[in-house]
């Protein structure tokens, strides 16, 4: 249903880089900006990345957001435990006129 | 610190109507976009709805005119009436403050509503 879409999960072992993607579309991505959040199940979701790769102040270096055409990536390096969760990314869409958030991505540690 | 407390879930059969508030603490309530994004249970995040500083409001296309956003500012607080509930809008809704391009800065912890008979 989501417009946006992303790998279903992804994993690593602490230390490493992990990259999550995001697809969308001219209406989407390719002309707004795209926002990453991470969710802890129980917890309230969290802003990670802003106005493609802006971060909050508080969020480490270690998560980066970029995009690229109508597509984007969060990449977390320096992969840590409390790093597993899920990811979503968002965007608003000029066609539809709704804010997406895409299909959310679980990140695990091995 | 920004605390932003959601209320006003619950039980409610098909047909039914609710009206889900959050108090709002710790910033310029009037100064803010406020949304509601709701997340179903095993499912993804979904945005449902926002209100404007100037009270423009924006729905996802399935709650157009089944949700109303509304605020209040005098008292600090962002109200959803939802009506014609379905088992389909059975989640836990959150209550958030927005930046100034929408990004969702901070977020409440939720309530939940239940669509069942």
């Known amino acids: 249903q989501s417009v946006l879409t992303q790998p279903p999960s992804a994993s690593g072992t602490p230390g490493q880089r992990v990259t999550i993607s995001c697809s969308g579309s001219?209406?989407?991505?390719?002309?707004?900006?795209v926002y990453w959040y991470q969710h802890l199940p129980g917890t309230a979701p969290k802003l990670l990345i802003y106005?493609?790769?802006q971060r909050p102040s508080g969020v480490p270096g270690r998560f980066s957001g970029s995009k690229s055409g109508t597509s984007a990536s969060l990449a977390i390096s320096g992969l840590r435990s409390e790093d597993e969760a899920d990811y979503y990314c968002a965007a608003w869409d000029d066609s539809l006129s709704d804010y997406f958030f895409g299909t959310g991505t679980k990140v695990t540690v091995l | 610190e920004v605390q932003l407390v959601e209320s006003g879930g619950g039980l409610v059969q098909p047909g039914g109507s609710l009206r889900l508030s959050c108090a709002a603490s710790g910033f310029t309530f009037s100064n803010s976009d406020m949304h509601w994004v709701r997340q179903a249970t095993g499912k993804g995040l979904e945005w449902v709805s926002a209100?404007?500083?100037?009270?423009?409001?924006y729905y996802l296309g399935s709650g157009k005119g089944r949700f109303t956003i509304s605020r209040e500012n005098a008292k600090n607080s962002l109200f959803l009436q939802m009506n014609s509930l379905r088992a389909d809008d059975t989640a836990v809704y959150y209550c958030v403050r927005a930046g100034g391009s929408w990004e969702l800065q901070e977020w409440g912890q939720g309530t939940l509503v239940t669509v069942s008979s």
């Open positions: 001219n209406s989407n991505i390719g002309s707004n900006y």
């Open positions: 106005r493609n790769n």
């Open positions: 209100i404007g500083t100037a009270g423009d409001t």
